[in-house]
């Protein structure tokens, strides 16, 4: 094994990141942006794979990925649920330690934040956490990519959660504490984020009921659907409790007379958010949701030795 083999560096939470390294990382997205518009070719990852494991399916996750790959250079390995089953017809640990041998670097989308954890812990290589039930850290990198381009420095501002405590909710709680920011979350009682989280944001974040109070004065509104992926059958429940916390223009004209919309999509219209502030000028779904190529091209390019 070589060196960098043996201190390979992984992405499976913002925890993962230093606030130069995720700076750096967003500064870099912006330029590799900068580049594929303007048709310069940039492939520093030639001869590098990338594994794509998926055991829950996704649209940008999965394009974003292959195409940032094959931008660089490299080759992206498209395994879905039926291709391998982690944990359950081979070891977590023994699927890591063989996967890691063939490929320079593997993504995996799954639903326990454990499952990453647990293979990163026997990889030879850089693992990035795709998604998980826990944490989104490539979209929120994303997202902050996104508000940088459009309002600069987020340090100091404040954001509005509304809606479900969920992974994309508690990895703005990592990013808050990262890039001190505020957050406030606006959840139905029930639906809050982790306990322990909540308590390691200190000030950083307050967990509200209101969520015309959450956006006052707010600089970044950003909501996700009320039933995510595995959450169907309790939709009729989740309906009811989420009905006061749709983002519609009343709320929105609550905030900062300079705020932007963000959704990390799929969207559910006239769910979560209303067709005027997803398709209105607030709203940088669409830009969010290209950047998740440039910044993930970024973090390709940091984490596989090249």
Not at 241 to 255: G, K, N
Request: charge should be negative.
């Amino acid at each position: 094994m070589t060196s960098h083999q043996t201190a390979c560096r992984h992405l499976l939470s913002l925890r993962d990141l230093t606030l130069d390294e995720a700076r750096a990382l967003i500064a870099r997205a912006i330029e590799l942006k900068r580049m594929q518009t303007a048709g310069q070719a940039f492939r520093p990852l030639v001869g590098k794979t990338l594994a794509m494991i998926f055991e829950k399916s996704s649209t940008r996750t999965r394009v974003s990925f292959e195409v940032g790959m094959a931008q660089l250079g490299g080759h992206a390995l498209f395994l879905s649920p039926r291709d391998t089953q982690l944990g359950r017809g081979e070891p977590i640990e023994d699927s890591a330690r063989v996967i890691s041998r063939m490929v320079d670097a593997v993504m995996i989308r799954t639903f326990e934040q454990q499952t990453v954890e647990r293979f990163a812990a026997h990889s030879r290589v850089p693992v990035i956490n795709g998604l998980t039930d826990r944490y989104h850290p490539c979209q929120v990198l994303a997202d902050l990519q996104t508000f940088y381009e459009h309002r600069g420095e987020i340090q100091g501002k404040r954001v509005a959660w509304v809606g479900d405590g969920n992974n994309m909710c508690q990895t703005f709680m990592e990013a808050a504490l990262l890039f001190e920011f505020e957050l406030c979350v606006a959840c139905p009682e029930g639906f809050e984020p982790d306990a322990e989280l909540i308590a390691a944001c200190g000030d950083r974040c307050r967990i509200l009921r209101d969520p015309r109070e959450a956006v006052q004065g707010a600089h970044l509104i950003a909501t996700d659907v009320w039933a995510s992926m595995g959450q169907e059958e309790d939709l009729d429940r989740r309906r009811a409790a989420f009905a006061p916390y749709q983002v519609t223009d009343a709320l929105m004209d609550l905030a900062d007379p300079s705020a932007i919309f963000m959704h990390c999509l799929p969207a559910h219209r006239g769910e979560e958010v209303t067709d005027s502030i997803i398709d209105g000028p607030r709203s940088v779904v669409w830009d969010e949701a290209e950047n998740r190529l440039h910044l993930q091209k970024a973090l390709l390019e940091f984490l596989i030795p090249h």
